[in-house]
């Protein structure tokens, strides 16, 4: 595991961009793995800027994200499917049929949790995943007690995760309870791995991750058996 100590989000974002970026230009194919949430939002920006002033055709780049709630819709505009269009795919060139988000509304969630891994699979697997952290611990959806083996399945959210999600929402009773996500499992199949972590209330949870022990209560511990992690983080006192 490399840790990147920085001083604020803005850099955090910034250095995360650049590492992006590069591996964009410098790769003939390349599958990423991406995040939604708060955490990565200035590193699309700063992202979708460097690959516009510098004309980067994004035809050879393919997208799966980590997750998407159960019950909405890609128009809804709390969809995570409606957040990466707004925040990163419409803004630059990259052809909307190499960008995948599991189905929320499918008729049948079992079959697109297969289907998804299926997917991720035929594209070679993800080339590079970007990874936020929540306050417990838990990576994409996989809240503490996910089986390490897992594959991509149907999340039931912990209180903690509604209210940490809550913000986004109009009332607390709009938040979905339940999401599809990629498990852990299908995470620690991508060849490397940035995890992005910003702010005070995620210094726990990183020190659970870094040094303590690997159990499915703290799920992030399961990267500390990841041979390729990138860890850039504006957290104070964080050592490896």
Same mark, same amino acid.
């Given at each position: 595991?490399?840790?990147?100590?920085v001083?604020?989000?803005d850099?955090? &974002?910034?250095?995360?961009?650049?590492?992006?970026?590069?591996?964009?230009?410098n790769?003939n194919?390349?599958?990423?793995?991406?995040?939604?949430? *708060?955490?990565?939002?200035?590193?699309?920006?700063?992202? =979708?800027?460097?690959?516009? $002033?510098?004309?980067?055709?994004?035809?050879? /780049?393919?997208? /799966?994200?980590?997750?998407?709630?159960?019950?909405? &819709?890609?128009?809804?505009?709390? *969809?995570?499917?409606?957040?990466?269009?707004?925040?990163?795919?419409?803004?630059?060139?990259? +052809?909307?049929?190499?960008?995948?988000?599991?189905?929320?509304?499918?008729?049948?969630?079992?079959r #697109?949790?297969?289907?998804?891994?299926?997917?991720? #699979?035929?594209?070679?697997?993800?080339?590079?995943?970007?990874l936020?952290?929540?306050?417990?611990?838990?990576?994409?959806?996989?809240?503490?007690?996910? *089986?390490?083996? *897992?594959?991509?399945? /149907?999340?039931?959210?912990?209180?903690?995760?509604?209210?940490?999600?809550?913000?986004?929402?109009?009332?607390?009773?709009?938040? +979905?309870?339940? =999401? /599809? &996500?990629?498990?852990?499992?299908?995470?620690?199949?991508?060849k490397?791995?940035?995890?992005? =972590?910003?702010?005070?209330? $995620?210094?726990?949870?990183?020190?659970?991750?870094?040094?303590?022990k690997?159990?499915?209560?703290? +799920?992030? &511990?399961?990267?500390?058996?990841?041979?390729?992690?990138?860890?850039?983080?504006d957290?104070?006192?964080? $050592?490896?």
């Amino acid at each position: 595991m490399e840790l990147s100590k920085v001083k604020n989000y803005d850099e955090m &974002s910034m250095e995360a961009a650049k590492i992006v970026f590069e591996k964009i230009v410098n790769s003939n194919r390349l599958v990423l793995g991406l995040a939604t949430g *708060s955490t990565p939002e200035k590193m699309y920006e700063y992202l =979708a800027d460097m690959l516009n $002033k510098n004309k980067v055709d994004l035809s050879h /780049v393919y997208t /799966v994200n980590l997750d998407e709630y159960v019950g909405l &819709s890609p128009e809804d505009t709390q *969809s995570y499917n409606y957040y990466m269009r707004e925040i990163f795919f419409d803004k630059v060139n990259i +052809p909307l049929e190499n960008t995948k988000l599991p189905d929320g509304v499918a008729e049948d969630l079992d079959r #697109e949790t297969e289907a998804y891994d299926e997917m991720i #699979e035929n594209l070679g697997g993800v080339d590079l995943q970007i990874l936020g952290i929540g306050r417990n611990a838990h990576i994409a959806f996989n809240e503490p007690g996910t *089986s390490f083996d *897992s594959g991509t399945h /149907v999340v039931d959210l912990t209180e903690s995760t509604i209210q940490d999600n809550a913000r986004f929402f109009e009332k607390i009773e709009d938040v +979905p309870t339940k =999401a /599809v &996500s990629m498990g852990l499992g299908t995470i620690m199949n991508a060849k490397s791995i940035l995890l992005l =972590a910003s702010g005070e209330g $995620k210094k726990q949870a990183l020190q659970d991750m870094i040094h303590g022990k690997v159990t499915e209560e703290v +799920p992030a &511990s399961i990267l500390q058996r990841h041979h390729d992690v990138k860890v850039i983080t504006d957290v104070e006192d964080i $050592k490896l």
